[in-house]
Each structure stands twice: as C-alpha cells, then as structure tokens.
C-alpha cells in the first residue's frame, strides 16, 4: 500500500518506520524540522520519501493523520483535498486539562467533519508510541490489541491490515461514533501510565470466552472462508481462526446441533462423501455487526449415500441461508435454513414417495 503519512512525530514516525519494513510505501510530511523528515527517509530506505501535506495526501492510498489536536485544523488545510481517501487518525483530542471533546461527539467526527470528503477511521489511539519504536510491542506471542472503528468497510479493513502488519491485533471496535469511547479508553491509559506510574510500556490486549481473539477482516472473508470449509476446499489452516472450537451448528440434515468444529468437521466430511464435483459458491452476505447471514448454493453429483438415498447419479444444486453468530471474531453458531424438500425432489425421493 501506499501510505501518506500527515505527522512525522512519535507516532507517525514509528508506525512509518513499521509499515516500510512490512513492505509498505511511506511518504513523511508535515515536520516543521525538515531535517527530521530526511531522517525518517534514510532510515526507510527504498519505502519511504518526503513530501509536503499535499504531496503525503496525494500520494497516499490510505493516510495517516499523526498530529497533536490543536494542530489538526492545520494539518488538514495544509493537506488540501482528501476525496475519497482513506484517513486513519490517531489523534486524541487532548488539550491541557483532558479531552476536549467527548460524550456527545470524539477527536475522530470533528476530524471527518473537518475532512467532509474522506473517509475516517480511528486506530492506533489507544496504543503508546514507545512501543512502535522498540520490539517490546510484541509481548512474546501475544501483541498488543489495536481497536478500530469507522463506518466504512473497505477503509476498516485496510486499516486492519495496517495495524497486523505493524505488528498489533486489530479488533473491530465498530461505527465512527465509538471513537466516543476509545478516546476516553486512551486517556485512562495515559492515568495508569503516568499518574499510577505503571509507566507507558503498556497496553490492552483483548480476551474473549472463545479462544485468542482472532484478526477481524471482513463479514464477506469470514463467510468465504466458511464456504471453503464447507466445501473442504481449502487446507485446514484458517479453520480454527473461522470457527471457535465450540463452534455449535444447527443444520435440516440432523435432528439434533452439532457442537464442537471437530465434530462439525466429521459430519462435513460424511456429507460431501456423498458427492462428487462438490462445489460451493456464496450468492449474497448481510452483515449486522454481530450476526452475519450468507445465503450460498453448492452443486455435486451425487455419487453416495445421502439421507439413507443410494446414489442417483444426478446433478444436485441446493441453496442455504446460514445465519452465524460471530464471537471474537470467530462464527460461534450457525442456524441453517434450507427447502430440505427441494433436495428430496432433486434427488427423485418425492418421485418415490408419491409412487
Ligand atoms: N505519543 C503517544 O503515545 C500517542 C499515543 C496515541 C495517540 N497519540 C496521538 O497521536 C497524535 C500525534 O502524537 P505524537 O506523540 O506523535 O506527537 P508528536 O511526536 O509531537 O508529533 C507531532 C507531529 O506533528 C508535527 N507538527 C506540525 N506542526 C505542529 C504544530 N504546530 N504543533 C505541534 N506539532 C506540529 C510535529 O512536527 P515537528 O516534527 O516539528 O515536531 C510532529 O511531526 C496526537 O494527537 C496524540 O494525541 C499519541
């Protein structure tokens, strides 16, 4: 990707340095220390450069606005014109006695009203910038929680990338508006790192009942990553970031839900056996922020025993709605609607039936 970076300091220093290492490329700007901006780019070597606001903005597929709050209308006037572009902000909106902004509005809005024409994101606010700059930020195998939030899923999930490869965990933290409550989350940080003098090596990391929270990218990547479980037609290493182990699946074929991936594993195994060119493809996802629904169809010919039914030799196509319920990012339980009628009628059953 490539990333103007609007404040060369603390933060956007450190998460430039990081981004160009993981093979990004950064353009600095808005420094008023010009020798500090050819600093950052001899330390970034190919992947970065240096340009004015204007240069970063044009530049930059996504930008990063790293600027102290007082010096945001600034930043974003030197910038000039930011349609359509992506902008994560780590700016808090602190002056000297707290926030300066909060309960019925956060930094994060003023900006995007500042910025009408691009698209806001908030990351990276909750995390200190001391540990962008040392490999400490790793926390042995267990990095460090980024929240996010925004309301537009194409520039949430490239700030979710952006945040695993500069190291961190990005989970989802919802529309624009919860900046309300990650900027008041960043100053409790701040109390406990300086007041309570826990010092500022220290940061959040989420836990759920479910397991390690796993990286959220997208509904649509979890429900295509379901379907490839589905369809068995992956290899095994992304199943256990889809679906938690207690994974419960309440599915027309069984009377009773199937709980457990392992299991739910096996009874897919059992199903697919009965086809042959078993294929699956996703026709529509709605996504609710908690609930996700994927209608998809798969396809086979049905080469083996199915529902106690022989081997017909027919074509089969059948739809499903799979209504999941997602937990720490994982699909935690799955209702299946379905016209199990159909099926029987695809397969000839009915024809016996009526026979
Ligand atoms: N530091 C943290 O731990 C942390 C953590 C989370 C969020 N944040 C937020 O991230 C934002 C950036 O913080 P930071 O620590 O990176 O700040 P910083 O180190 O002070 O860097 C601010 C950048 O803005 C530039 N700038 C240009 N005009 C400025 C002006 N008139 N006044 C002040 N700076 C000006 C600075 O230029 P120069 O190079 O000339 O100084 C510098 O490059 C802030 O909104 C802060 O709330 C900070």
Redesign the pocket.
């Known amino acids: 990707m490539r990333i103007g970076i ?9 998460l430039g340095r990081l981004w160009a290492k993981s093979g990004h490329h950064v353009m600095f700007s ?4 010009p020798q ?2 050819q600093d950052l780019v001899d330390e970034t070597g190919s992947h970065g450069r240096s340009g004015t606001p204007q240069d970063a903005a044009r530049f930059g597929e996504v930008l990063l ?8 209308g ?2 974003l006037a030197a910038a000039g014109q930011l349609d359509g572009k992506a902008l994560i902000s ?5 002056g000297h006695s707290g926030l300066e902004v909060g309960m019925t509005s956060s ?1 994060a809005e003023e900006i995007s009203r500042l910025a009408p024409g691009a698209i806001v994101v908030e990351a ?7 540990l962008l700059h040392s490999s400490a930020h790793h926390f042995g195998d267990s990095p460090a929680t980024v929240f996010y939030c925004g309301d537009e899923r194409s520039s949430k999930a490239r700030a979710a990338q952006l945040i695993a490869d500069a190291g961190f965990h990005p989970i989802d933290a919802g529309p624009l508006q919860n900046a309300r409550y990650l900027e008041p989350v ?1 100053m409790l940080l701040t109390e406990l790192a300086h007041s309570q003098l826990l010092g ?1 090596d220290i940061a959040l990391r989420f836990m759920n009942p479910a397991g390690p929270t796993e990286s959220v990218v997208s509904a649509d990547s979890l429900a295509k990553s379901f379907a490839i479980i589905f369809a068995g037609t992956g290899d095994g290493s992304k199943d256990s970031q889809t679906l938690a182990e207690d994974f419960v699946a309440h599915i027309p074929f069984n009377r009773h839900p199937v709980r457990g991936r392992e299991r739910f594993d096996t009874q897919l195994k059992i199903f697919r056996s009965a086809f042959s060119n078993f294929q699956c493809n996703i026709d529509e996802v709605v996504d609710d922020g908690n609930h996700v629904a994927v209608r998809w169809t798969w396809s086979g010919i049905h080469t083996g025993m199915l529902l106690g039914i022989a081997p017909t030799h027919r074509k089969v196509a059948f739809s499903e709605t799979h209504l999941l319920r997602i937990s720490g990012g994982r699909i935690v339980e799955d209702h299946v609607s379905a016209n199990l009628l159909d099926l029987l009628h695809q397969l000839g059953a009915m024809e016996f039936a009526v026979a």
């Open positions: 609007i404040g060369a300091g603390r933060m956007g220093g450190g808005y420094s008023r220390n500090k901006l606005l790293a600027v102290p709050w007082h010096a945001v600034d930043a780590c700016v808090n909106p602190v930094g990276f606010n909750t995390i200190f910038a001391g960043a500022s």
